[in-house]
């Protein structure tokens, strides 16, 4: 079936200007997350959407970064005036609800600040 | 929460086994044991996860010694697609975020 997708796969932006990234989750599954990985390095977790529940926004890095999960689906993570240091791959996941269910990734965004 | 100690990288010769350790030591009763890797410039797969037993799926098997403390991955006919990092996770909070580590850097050498 359908796996977790992403878009833009790539996106270059300028220093300060906006940016929107989407998820689209596996069909049926209720957990979403975010996370980012610069280069050469591990993940670093951003956020973790649970059905209705509010978000565990623990990870996001600044109040610069924000995201939303509409009709339990479809994510979007939005980083406001960014950074050079923003650059780096975002990846999303998704899993079913449960406490050890495995978390499918992504195929991430890269997204490049000039 | 549970953290693992994985070699930094392995080379393997293309059609033999890659057996890929992890040290858990500190991993409590209810955990599980995951297994992803990252191929190049591509988003973390899943591979295999266990508790207590062995595991075998399409893609690989997974050995959990009897104390838990450390596991093996094995792949038993190593590709060169299978060059990849390969990461051992003890997920945090009852399977919430993972914490990728270093991971092991897998060469399969022709």
Partial sequence: GAGVSQSPSNKVTEKGKDVELRCDPISGHTALYWYRQSLGQGLEFLIYFQGNSAPDKSGLPSDRFSAERTGGSVSTLTIQRTQQEDSAVYLCASRTSGGQETQYFGPGTRLLVL | ?110
Avoid at chain 2, 18 to 27: D, E, G, K, R, V
Avoid at chain 2, 56 to 81: F, G, V
Wanted: some cysteine; hydrophobic content about 30%.
């Fill in chain 2, 1 to 110: 929460d549970a953290k693992t100690t994985q070699p930094t990288s392995m080379d393997c010769a293309e059609g033999r086994a890659a057996n890929l350790p992890c040290n858990h030591s500190t991993i409590s009763g209810n955990e599980y044991v995951y297994w992803y890797r990252q191929i190049h410039s591509q988003g973390p797969q899943y591979i295999i996860h266990g508790l207590k037993n062995n595991e075998t799926n399409e893609m690989a098997s997974l050995i959990i010694t009897e104390d838990r403390k450390s596991s093996t991955l094995i792949l038993p006919h190593a590709t060169l697609r299978d060059t990849a990092v390969y990461y051992c996770i003890v997920p945090q909070n009852a399977g919430n975020m993972l914490t990728f580590g270093g991971g092991t850097r897998l060469m399969v050498k022709p």
